[in-house]
């Protein structure tokens, strides 16, 4: 009996061993990159409410502070001058985007060099696990023809600033507030001056972090010379467009509605990546 159940056992253990070499585990790609999937859906972008007051009973309000009828008006019109609709983003295919920014690591595995500002000598600490900074959008597609003749499984582009914005929100249509900023990001009311370790702030609802602070972030797209992405991004351009603001910036442009214009500073400028299949 003792025989009979002892081989019972050598034979489910033999099973449950092939079965899990016929199921891998999932493969990271050569260089350590994490990426997150994005399901489809659709985005308002662009859309700006200003309003201003009703005009209040204002008896008991000095003279020298109190606004008139005229002075509410103004501001109604100005207000409704300068508010806009928006327009409607779908993004019909699902798509994987970098978990967090391309490293200074990653970018010396890949091409030999790291141009970081910010490196080791400066900062006092290991900066492999920094953000790479200081890097061109032309220097990043150096970087990409490199990776993809490396990788032989997916190839890898920046995303393009719909991509971007839609991932940054996380199915959130309204401003965050400051305090929400400040879980999520890197910028200038609470860093030291320099950036920091990728992944060491909060995530966003998706499980992607740093897309607010810490570097700005190269999209593919061309810079439309406006204060808004257009519907349909230009074609050509002499400059790209950069997203999320940096450690520098203060809660006004660290915020995914920001429309930035490369190169911007230089110094505090990285990317992140999004991996198709091949």
């Not at 200081?134 to 190839?155: A, C, F, R, S």
């Amino acid at each position: 009996m003792k025989d009979l159940i002892l081989l019972l056992i050598m034979v489910l253990m033999a099973s449950c061993s092939s079965f899990a070499q016929q199921i891998p585990p999932p493969l990271p790609n050569s260089f350590d990159m994490e990426f997150v999937r994005i399901k489809p859906g659709k985005m308002l972008v662009g859309k700006i409410e200003i309003e201003c007051p009703s005009f209040p009973d204002t008896r008991d309000v000095p003279d020298e502070i109190k606004w008139t009828e005229k002075d509410f008006k103004l501001c109604q019109e100005m207000a409704e001058k300068d508010s806009r609709p928006g327009f409607w983003v779908y993004i019909s295919q699902p798509y994987y985007i970098g978990k967090y920014e391309v490293t200074q690591g990653q970018w010396q595995a890949i091409m030999g060099t790291n141009p970081s500002i910010f490196n080791e000598d400066k900062v006092g600490v290991n900066t492999d696990l920094h953000p790479v900074d200081n890097v061109t959008w032309e220097m990043v597609q150096e970087l990409l023809v490199k990776l993809n003749n490396l990788d032989n499984k997916y190839q890898y582009r920046l995303p393009t600033e719909f991509e971007w914005e839609y991932a940054a929100r996380a199915g959130n249509d309204s401003l965050l507030s400051w305090s929400e900023t400040r879980e999520l990001a890197w910028i200038q009311q609470n860093d030291k001056g320099t950036t920091k370790q990728v992944g060491t702030k909060k995530p966003n609802e998706w499980g992607l972090y740093d897309m607010l602070g810490n570097v700005w972030e190269w999209v593919e797209d061309y810079y439309n010379n406006d204060v808004f992405a257009d519907p349909t991004p230009p074609e050509e351009g002499e400059i790209h467009v950069l997203k999320g603001g940096s450690f520098t910036s203060d809660v006004t442009n660290a915020t995914y509605l920001f429309h930035g214009a490369g190169p911007g500073n230089g110094y505090d400028v990285g990317f992140r990546l999004v991996r198709v299949n091949r």
